[in-house]
T-cell receptor, first 116, second 112 residues
Framework: EAEVAQSPRYKITEKSQAVAFWCDPISGHATLYWYRQILGQGPELLVQFQDESVVDDSQLPKDRFSAERLKGVDSTLKIQPAELGDSAMYLC??????????????FGPGTRLLVL | DAKTTQPTSMDCAEGRAANLPCNHSTISGNEYVYWYRQIHSQGPQYIIHGLKNNETNEMASLIITEDRKSSTLILPHATLRDTAVYYCIVRGSNFGNEKLTFGTGTRLTIIP
């Protein structure tokens, strides 16, 4: 069964350092999402891509976070500089095609970030 | 997106049916009810979704009331591996409102 791949699975960094996460969606999935999940809460959408274009980044803290999906396949989420409050699980999800009624998002295993 | 209300936690005996309720009284006509679960330290796992009719798959059944203001997820024979946080989400189907908005979910514990 096809899965969303993410790396690394765990990352420890010091505040003010740069950190990057990588996601490879299920093959053929046009839509890719990045979520952040703080401990004890549900995931919160940071950014949504349709192919290589950003559809929604209204919740992305753009002063320090950036996301790209240059070829419309895999994606990178970057934080620079990292702050203590960025400690969380970063989840990637993908779905086949934007706009299809009731289509399903499939999640990867996540990257757990700890900022010291 | 319509809001959902779920109990914070529930217990269920192993082998019994687990019934997880969800209220979504402000759901609109084109919004779907989705259920995901998240086992500790893993990414959310899709379970099932529905619009109006009851749905069943290999994992669970989804019962939606006729007025669509509430629903119940049923795990027919719960096992220890079903211990997880279960999220009920109401999601639109039009461009721009199809994102998943997670609440805090129900923490289901299966008791041996």
């Amino acid at each position: 069964e096809a899965e969303v791949a993410q790396s690394p699975r765990y990352k420890i960094t010091e505040k003010s350092q740069a950190v990057a996460f990588w996601c490879d969606p299920i093959s053929g999935h046009a839509t890719l999402y990045w979520y952040r999940q703080i401990l004890g809460q549900g995931p919160e959408l940071l950014v949504q891509f349709q192919d290589e274009s950003v559809v929604d980044d209204s919740q992305l803290p753009k002063d320090r976070f950036s996301a790209e999906r240059l070829k419309g396949v895999d994606s990178t989420l970057k934080i620079q500089p990292a702050e203590l409050g960025d400690s969380a699980m970063y989840l990637c999800a993908s779905s086949p095609n934007l706009g299809w009624q009731g289509e399903t998002q499939y999640f990867g295993p996540g990257t757990r970030l700890l900022v010291l | 997106d319509a809001k959902t209300t779920q109990p914070t936690s529930m217990d269920c005996a192993e082998g019994r049916a687990a019934n997880l309720p969800c209220n979504h009284s402000t759901i609109s006509g084109n919004e779907y009810v989705y259920w995901y679960r998240q086992i500790h330290s893993q990414g959310p796992q899709y379970i099932i979704h529905g619009l109006k009719n009851n749905e069943t798959n290999e994992m669970a059944s989804l019962i939606i009331t006729e007025d669509r203001k509430s629903s119940t997820l049923i795990l027919p024979h719960a096992t220890l591996r079903d211990t997880a946080v279960y999220y009920c989400i109401v999601r639109g189907s039009n461009f721009g409102n199809e994102k998943l908005t997670f609440g805090t979910g129900t923490r289901l514990t299966i008791i041996p």
